[in-house]
Each structure stands twice: as structure tokens, then as C-alpha cells.
């Protein structure tokens, strides 16, 4: 069983700036890539980017485009979603996932942190 931890949710104003980490206990050998999703309230959950484990690959959401950057650190296993220019409409809760990036299957959950952009 793979154990994730995310951190460094909170409130903030539009315009700030915010980065979410998340712990991967281990490396399944049946994965590829580390996703970030999230989910506001009464939508369905959303993809917000992914990263492949060697790090060579990202892909984001067009609504993040040029705003969120994620990284990866091997080493750690830990996958960071750095986000800029917060808007009001980023609200939701963050959740990190483990998995094939190729098929869409994302196996592992983390359980999430909370991030509020106020206006």
C-alpha cells in the first residue's frame, strides 16, 4: 500500500502564491507518473497536472497553463505543484494521485489539503 501526504494548503488572497507538497510513502513498480487533481465544491474532481517519476514529462491542465508548475524530486519521492497568480476560481481541494499517466489510472489518493483564493 502506497501512503501520500499533502501539505501546504491554506487561505489566501487572489494574486498570491502557494506550494503543495505530497509524500509518497513508496514508488509502486506498476506506476509512471505523480498527478495533481482537485476538486471544488459541488464539481466533480478535476486533473491539474502530472509528472512522470524521471521527471522528463509534465503535462497541465489548460486553466493552469503559465500559472502552476510541478516538479518532482526523486530522491524523496515527493511532488511539488508550485502555484502563482491564484484566482478565485482555484478554490477546491488538492488532492495528489500515484499511477499510469499513459491510461489514465490513478490508483493512489492522497487525502487532501484545502486551498481558498479569496477575491
Known amino acids: 500500500q502506497v501512503q501520500l501526504v499533502e501539505s501546504g494548503g491554506g487561505l489566501v488572497q487572489a494574486g498570491d502564491s502557494l506550494r503543495l507538497s505530497c509524500a509518497a510513502s513508496?514508488?509502486?513498480?506498476?506506476?509512471?507518473?505523480m498527478g495533481w487533481f482537485r476538486q471544488a465544491p459541488g464539481k466533480e474532481r478535476e486533473f491539474v497536472s502530472s509528472i512522470r517519476w524521471s521527471g522528463s514529462s509534465t503535462d497541465y491542465a489548460d486553466s493552469v497553463k503559465g500559472r502552476f508548475t510541478i516538479s518532482i524530486d526523486n530522491a524523496k519521492t515527493t511532488v511539488y505543484l508550485q502555484m502563482n497568480s491564484l484566482k478565485p476560481e482555484d478554490t477546491g481541494v488538492y488532492y495528489c494521485?500515484?499511477?499510469?499517466?499513459?491510461?489514465?489510472?490513478?490508483?493512489?489518493w492522497g487525502q487532501g489539503t484545502q486551498v481558498t483564493v479569496s477575491s
Open positions: 513508496k514508488r509502486p513498480l506498476s506506476s509512471s507518473a
Open positions: 494521485a500515484v499511477g499510469r499517466v499513459t491510461i489514465g489510472r490513478w490508483d493512489y
